[in-house]
């Protein structure tokens, strides 16, 4: 049974930085896309940045370019989003999601992904 695990949310100030990981097991996690998404209370789930097979491929929603960074490591089965500058605007539920197979589309559409994670809290606040 596969399985996506995030970790690494948690209380930050405006301005501060974390780091979220997601660790895949039960597949061959190097042969899949994998994106990160994000849910405030009251918003829909958002594409925040994903990241192709090798990670030669790699996007970010525009209110995160310049601040957020995705990097995977197919050895460790493993996904990081490291986030800096964090706003307020930036507090939601983070979920890591594996993208299905030679299916197409654009990678923000939550349909496209076939296995999520249980997802992270990150509250910025002061």
């Known amino acids: 049974h596969w399985q996506l695990v995030e970790s690494g949310g948690g209380l930050v100030q405006p301005g501060g930085s974390l780091r979220l990981s997601c660790v895949a097991s039960g597949f061959a996690f190097k042969n899949y896309s994998i994106a990160w998404f994000r849910q405030a209370p009251g918003k829909e789930r958002e594409g925040v940045s994903c990241?192709?097979?090798?990670?030669?491929?790699?996007d970010y929603a525009d209110s995160v370019k310049g601040r957020f960074a995705i990097s995977r490591d197919n050895p460790k089965n493993r996904i990081d989003l490291d986030m800096r500058s964090l706003k307020p605007d930036d507090t939601a539920v983070y979920f890591c999601?594996?993208?299905?197979?030679?299916?197409?589309?654009?990678?923000?559409?939550?349909?496209?992904?076939?296995?999520w994670g249980q997802g992270t809290q990150v509250t910025v606040s002061s």
């Open positions: 999601a594996r993208r299905q197979l030679n299916l197409g589309g654009r990678w923000t559409t939550p349909d496209l992904y076939d296995s």
């Open positions: 990241i192709s097979r090798t990670g030669e491929y790699i």
